[in-house]
């Protein structure tokens, strides 16, 4: 089993920063794919970025304004949020996935966080 737990939402205006962060426990293979996904009030949740021995995956939704990067040591993933915008807000979910490899899909996530809100005012 992974827990997951999320930690760093908050309220930010339009334009501002934010970094989430996600601790990871339990059986943690370092070689586990950490993802991060949204979920807006009457939404789908769809996926942000994930990263996998040093390799980065960022939605184009998001692209140029979101990265993620990697503590294995410390089994932390952070996204670093800029320029955020009031379409940005939606609870943010840490996952991980079963197996190896850098992943978008949703169906690959085999383990998930409780989420942490992130709203952006316009």
């Known amino acids: 089993q992974v827990q997951l737990a999320e930690s760093g939402g908050g309220l930010v205006q339009t334009g501002a920063s934010l970094r989430l962060s996600c601790a990871a426990s339990?059986?943690?293979?370092?070689?586990?794919?950490l993802g991060w996904f949204r979920q807006a009030p009457g939404k789908e949740r769809e996926f942000v970025a994930a990263i996998w021995s040093g390799a980065s995956s960022i939605a184009d939704s998001v692209k140029g304004r979101f990265t993620i990067s990697r503590d294995n040591a410390k089994n932390l993933v952070y996204p670093q949020m800029s320029s955020m915008k009031p379409e940005d807000t939606a609870v943010y979910y840490c996952?991980?996935?079963?197996?190896?490899?850098?992943?978008?899909?949703?169906?690959?996530?085999?383990?998930w966080g409780q989420g942490t809100q992130a709203t952006v005012s316009s």
């Open positions: 996952a991980a996935t079963r197996g190896i490899g850098l992943r978008s899909s949703i169906t690959l996530y085999g383990y």
């Open positions: 339990g059986r943690t293979p370092s070689n586990n794919c």
